[in-house]
């Protein structure tokens, strides 16, 4: 049985470059986790207040949950170890708590690493993450609400992700179509006007189509 998806730093391919607006959270990670992830000798020292082991992200789909996940492993020039929750309990139906476990010991052993658990639910609750590996948990739930005690526990830091408004989309469209050639006729603004409430992702499939 395949443990998990890791993805080495180099490969992971987003960068926080690649979002487009979400300034307030991308600052908040990175002020949160980065260091604790590149600098684990600040905070063993007791000079720094404990570093932030994991952090539950939540929003609707497509608002850019997992882009930040990788974003935060990539500016780290950390492992990305990608599990889902629904792929596990199906493939590792009753052993739940071997599993976690196996992945906790693997990604100390690949250190510094982040593991990013969509569709999280109860099981990460059975295993606290020791404070001095350079180790992060990033979770993402779309159903907060129905979150097991445990986790929430486990994960104090929780992070809003919003649909996006007005302002925003112009930003996560400039973003979006960096790199693609752009007709002059092309305007932004008014597309922007057009999409207010969509998401980063129901923008991404805009921009298969021609405007
Ligand atoms: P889900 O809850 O469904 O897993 P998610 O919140 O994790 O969704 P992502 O997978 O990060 O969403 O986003 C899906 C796609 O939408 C991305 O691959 C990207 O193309 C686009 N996207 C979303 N948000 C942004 C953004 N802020 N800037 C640029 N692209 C975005």
Redesign the pocket.
Known sequence: KLLADVIPPTDIGVSFD?????ENVKDTLKELVMLPLQRPELFCKGQLTKPCKGILLF?P????????AKAVATEAGANFINISMSGITSKWFGEGEKYVKAVFSLASKIAPSVIFV?EVDSMLGRRENPDKERVLVLA?T?RPFDLDEAVIRRLPRRQL?CVVSLSCCKK?LI??LAKEELSPNVDLEAIANMTDGY???D??GLSFHPF
Do not use: Y
Request: no cysteine; hydrophobic share 40%.
């Open positions: 690649d979002i487009g607006a979400l929003g789909p497509g608002t850019g949950k997992t882009m930040l969509d993402a779309n992700f996560i973003v979006i998401s980063g992702s923008l991404k």
